[in-house]
């Protein structure tokens, strides 16, 4: 029989033949099993293929100020990129018709997420590009803020469908190949209150995402406020307090002297500084949003000096909900997240409606609180919409102003 060489392996494909091909990922003894439809006589030149493709970013990756810079040629540390992310793929062997990269949203070592790239192109014979996209969500990043980095996978697949030149049905070709986000530094997602006295020392809630990293290591161990145009005064909170993941509570002192300025909050810990953009860095994408992932400038404001408060002025209470994000499982049922402080024996209504199922979660033991609430059934028809928890003593929470929608 006539060998036949590696570089016609993609020819040899589109036969439509059968066979079972070991794939190494250029780790040592790590080992995926690719079954195609190829004949058993090609099996051996199979393992003549490289396998995984070498995976980098195209270019220079921006990240936010004080956060870890990407090594050249290295996808460690893009999971805090500016925006979309084109990555380079040399040497995979074939075209891939879809590529998706994996997330482990809670530790386990196991990817629960996929997020597809888009834009997928052969430069060469030996490279190709796709980009991983800004969400519409997260327009800052191309990463949902439950992926807080580390190793992962990426799939690259090719369908092939049935034709004239495929006489033997169609078939799907697979390699999943190790690939290192890096660790996402901690993303603020607001501060409430939003403003206040600063006579008084102020306690501000902080939601957003990466404050813990797996194992329950702090992902926080600073928060500070930056003065709007003054970046040499700079305020760090005197306490502060990881309620969980996705919760900080931090005690500010910012005095009298700073009334009527506005400042910029962050969080900071082992892998960097929260983003919280007031000017594009030279190299981001064009277009991409300042503030936070989201887009949003994360301050707080000093009340200017009015004297002294009206002795029937209440004193506002700190809120229960101080966020909310849609999440929809893989068979598609929508549930509202809600970030703040919960206890057993609350309620919650959306636009005045009770959802059907209320789950508390994510317990703290120093606050004897749930920061998260997970919600289920009658939200769609009632989002946008004003939200109220109201407390097991029957006392009702400022109403939240919940902007989250259900989306296909």
């Known amino acids: 029989m006539r060998s036949i060489k590696t570089s016609t392996i993609g020819a040899v494909l589109s036969l439509g033949l059968a066979a079972t091909m070991p794939i190494e990922l250029g780790k040592p003894g790590v080992v995926i099993a690719e079954t195609q439809p190829w004949s058993a006589s090609v099996s051996a030149f199979a393992s003549d293929q490289d396998g995984c493709p070498i995976i980098f970013p195209d270019g220079q990756v921006t990240v936010a100020p004080n956060q870890p810079a990407v090594p050249n040629q290295s996808t460690v540390g893009i999971i805090n990129a500016l925006c979309d992310v084109t990555l380079d793929f ?65 799939t690259l697949t090719r369908t092939v469908t049935s034709g004239d030149d495929n006489a033997f049905g169609p078939f799907t070709q697979t390699i999943t190949c190790p690939i290192d986000l890096g660790i996402r530094a901690p993303v603020v997602i607001s501060a409430t209150p939003s403003d206040g006295e600063c006579s008084n020392g102020q306690n501000l809630l ?138 057993d024996g609350g309620s919650i209504t959306i636009n005045g409606v009770r959802p059907k199922k209320l789950k508390l979660k994510e317990f703290s033991a120093a606050a004897n609180s749930f920061s998260r609430i997970i919600l289920k059934g009658r939200l769609c028809e009632n989002l946008p919409g004003g939200i109220v928890y109201t407390r097991p003593d029957g006392t009702a929470g400022q109403t939240f102003q919940c902007s989250a929608q259900c989306t296909n």
């Open 90 to 154: 040399i040497g995979c062997g074939f075209m891939p018709t879809a590529i998706a990269l994996g997330c482990d949203t809670n530790g386990d070592g196991v990817s629960d997420i996929s997020i597809p790239l888009k834009n997928i192109k052969s430069i060469n014979g030996l490279l190709l590009q796709a980009t991983i996209p800004a969400l519409a969500t997260t327009p800052g990043s191309a990463f949902p803020l439950v992926c807080c980095g580390g190793l992962t996978t990426i």
């Open 206 to 343: 902080i939601p957003g995402a990466c404050f813990l990293l797996p194992g329950g290591k702090p992902n926080v161990t600073s928060v500070f406020a930056v003065e709007v145009g003054n970046p040499n005064n700079v305020i760090h909170a005197s306490t502060i307090e990881i309620l969980s993941a996705n919760l900080v509570d931090a005690f500010f002192q910012f005095g009298p002297a700073s009334a009527g300025k506005t400042f910029l909050i962050y969080a900071s810990g082992p892998n960097g500084t929260s983003r919280n953009l007031t000017a594009l860095p030279a190299s981001a994408p064009a277009g991409c949003p300042l503030g936070n992932e989201q887009g949003v400038k994360v301050t707080f404001t000093c009340r200017s000096s009015g004297g002294a408060v009206p002795v029937d002025t209440p004193i506002s209470q700190s809120p229960d909900v101080v966020s909310c994000a849609i999440e929809r499982s893989d068979t598609g049922a929508f549930s509202l997240a809600l970030t703040g402080r919960f206890h």
